[in-house]
Each structure stands twice: as C-alpha cells, then as structure tokens.
C-alpha cells in the first residue's frame, strides 16, 4: 500500500476516514451556467464560442448573486470531499468596468460563502490586463475584469491583510494572453516572497500558436525563460506541453493543475499524463467550471482519458504504488500545501459511507480504488475542515439554506 495513503486512510466506527481534498482551481460564478453551454451555436464551436456564452453570463452578477452561487457551491465542494479551494477570481468590477465603492466587493462575497460553508479559501485576484497577446484592449465584457498594476496590488495588499486561520491570499495571471511581460515582472516583484502564484498557461493550440507568433516562444518555455518559477507556482491548464517543458516544469517544482472534466467540455486536449508522471511533476485536480463538483470524477476521468489514447489500463501508477485509486489520491494530497499555501490542512478529513453497498467488504488495500472508480453514489457522509464539522449524516450543515439561496440566486441571474 502507498505510504501516504497507509497513513491517512483510517477505518473508524463511523466510516472509512480519508483526508480532505484541495480543488486547485475554480470559477465559482460559471456553477451559475453549469449544463447551460450544451447547445450548439456554431458548427465550429469551440472554447471560444462557449468563452462568449461565459462573458454573458458573468456581466449578470453582482456580489450579491455572486454570494449565493458560491454558497451552493463550496457546500456542494464539501459534500463531495473538497476541503479547500482556490478561488481564481477576476469579475472585479462593476459590469461597465467601473469599481465598486468598496472595491474588494466581489472578493468579498466569496470570502463570505467560505467563511460560512466552512470550506478553506485560497483567494487568488486575478490580473487581467489585455485581450490578446497583441495587447489589444480588453472587450466592452472584459472591462469588468481589468486591472493597471498599482490598482491590483492595492486590491493584492488589501486582501492580503485579512489572511487569517481559514483564508489564504495568492495571486493570479490570467493567462500570458491577458497580461504583458512588464506588468508581469511589476506585479511579481510587488508580492510577498511566499506569495503563491497560479497561471492558465497553454489550455489551447491557439494561444501556443499566437505565444509563439508573438513572443517567439510556446506559452511554457517563455514563462520559465520570464520568471522563477517554482513551488510557489500552479500552471492550470499545461495541457499543451512539449518533451522539454515537461521536464523543466517538473524539475522547477511547481504544481500543475488539471481539470479533468471541464478540459473535455471545452475540448482542450488531453494532459500528458504518464510522462509527467515519469519526469517527477507535481500535480492537483480543479472543478474549474464545476460542471462536475467531484473529486472522484476529476480522477476517474484523468486516468479514463489516458486509457482511451493509449488503450492500456492502470496509467496512473508507480513502482511501489500499482494501485491507480491510491497513486492519484495521494500525488493530489502531495501538491495541495504548496499549491494553495494551507501548511496545516492535512488534518482536514471526510468520512465516507461505512453502509453503502459499494463498499461492503472494503478493506484498507481496496477502499481508495473503490472510492474513485466503482459507481456514482456519492460516499462522503462527514466532513471537518480546521476542527470544525460541516457535514453530518451525508449533507452539509447549510445544505438548505444555501439551495434556497441559490435558487433565489438564478431567478435573478436568468431573468431576462
Ligand atoms: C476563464 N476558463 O478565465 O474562466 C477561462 C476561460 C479564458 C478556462 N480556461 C477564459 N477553463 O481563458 O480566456
Ligand atoms: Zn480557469
């Protein structure tokens, strides 16, 4: 049995008690548009054209709305076992682009939905500067994203100081296509030295084709050329990743996050899995688009995608780790303190269904693998994050206050 997993999956009288996991990445407005981006518009649809249904669904919310989706969501996180988020926040502004009065309104109201689900939050501002790597202006519905550099590092500083037990402050680069390479090094050098820093790198050909027309360099090998990247950094999205940039991403020791389920939405591509996994890299799962909140999804569905191409089984293992339930589960607890800068979460736990029939006879060996692969119940029925229990006999404590919310929420967000 994995080494990591020998120590953290435990049978108590409650249940199989397993450690809380970290999502590395979400947008939590777009759980407001979840299954609503499924019809065709274009016989060329694309990321692109699923990027506009999205900007018409952002222009729509206010922190008040933004409020009550994140409150459904982060329950619906801890129901299925995430015990920490990191939120990639960039809907700054009012949607003319203007501040709010209180300028962190939005950043806010998702630090209010954490606080009050109890789930732990890794709050990452998101630079957002211009809308093409030709360093265009941002659209008339990217204006209310954009930043200049002083206005995100009064807003990086602000947020910064309200760091307490339960909320971490990390900062966000959009992409390289929406922040140029002077505001880059003005932000970067404008951090703290342990400041966390998460990036969507290379999701689509497109960018790595314009990075490379303009920058003369794939989106990967101009970021480490540009920046020290290391344990501080998450590369969400390094899907598009050459021979050469897999070994230095993997040697600098930053994390990468991958989003299994919402990367096959929008048709990304498909990660290289089983060579970042000989090169030693460091990895974690994201909901981003919450399309899917499940831990046990995000991995299923990783390891099915390489199973897919390669027409083997059992990628996702080591050689002193063959099952592929436990190799995943425990290279995702490995990233999350670096990644979401919580050193002290590994306590956080979840406790799953000591009576579902999908796993009777468990025993230590087999509980993970059963976990992710078998079935779509979901198991967890316990949930505690820093000591304090959020979720008993299967619901979280708010579970229907925060659907009532929600609900409240979407009749204002979908009216026409
Ligand atoms: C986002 N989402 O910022 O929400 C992006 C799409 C973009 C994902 N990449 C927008 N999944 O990259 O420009
Ligand atoms: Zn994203």
Not at 173 to 198: C, I, K, Q, W, Y
């Amino acid at each position: 049995m994995h080494d990591t997993i020998a120590a953290s999956v435990h049978r108590t009288p409650a249940g199989w008690r397993l450690p809380g996991i970290a999502n590395l990445h979400s947008h939590a407005f777009q759980r407001a548009m979840a299954g609503l981006a499924e019809r065709q518009t274009d016989p060329a649809d694309s990321f692109w054209t699923w990027r506009e249904t999205m900007y018409r669904m952002a222009e729509r919310f206010d922190p008040e709305t933004l409020h009550a989706v994140a409150c459904q969501l982060y329950v619906e996180m801890l129901e299925a076992g995430y015990t920490t988020v990191c939120e990639f926040h960039y809907l700054h502004h009012a949607p003319d682009g203007r501040p709010y009065a209180d300028a962190a309104a939005m950043s806010d109201a998702l630090v209010a939905a954490a606080r009050e689900t109890g789930i732990r939050l890794t709050l990452l501002p998101v630079l957002y500067m211009t809308g093409g790597f030709d360093g265009r202006a941002l659209g008339e519905r990217q204006r209310r994203f954009g930043h200049d550099v002083d206005g995100y590092l009064r807003l990086f500083h602000d947020l910064h100081a309200r760091q307490d037990a339960g909320l971490r402050v990390g900062c966000a680069l959009h992409s390289l296509r929406a922040v140029p390479p002077e505001a880059m090094r003005a932000v970067l050098a404008g951090l703290p030295a342990d400041a966390r820093v998460h990036v969507h790198i290379a999701e689509q050909v497109a960018e790595v084709e314009d990075c490379i027309a303009v920058r003369g360099a794939r989106p990967v090998a101009w970021l480490l050329d540009n920046a020290t990247v290391d344990a501080r950094w998450t590369l969400v999205h390094a899907t598009h990743l050459d021979d050469a940039e897999i070994a230095a991403v993997a040697g600098s020791g930053a994390t990468v996050a991958l989003c299994p389920t919402t990367e096959a939405n929008l048709g990304d591509g498909l990660f290289p899995l089983r060579t970042w996994l000989d090169a030693g890299g460091r990895w974690g799962i994201g909901s981003d688009s919450h399309i899917s909140v499940s831990p046990v999804e995000e991995l299923r569905w990783l390891e099915y995608g390489q199973r897919l191409v390669t027409r083997h089984r059992n990628i996702a293992v080591r050689g002193d780790s063959p099952s592929v339930g436990e190799t995943l589960l425990a290279d995702v607890l490995a990233s999350a303190a670096a990644s979401t800068g919580f050193a002290d979460a590994a306590n956080d736990s979840v406790v799953l269904d000591a009576d579902a029939p999908l796993l009777a006879g468990a025993t230590a060996d087999d509980v993970v693998d059963r976990w992710i692969f078998a079935g779509n119940r979901p198991l967890v029925r316990e949930v505690q994050v820093a000591g304090r229990q959020v979720m008993r006999g299967g619901a979280h404590m708010a579970h229907d206050a925060a659907a009532a919310g929600y609900a409240a929420a979407m009749r204002t967000l979908l009216a026409d």
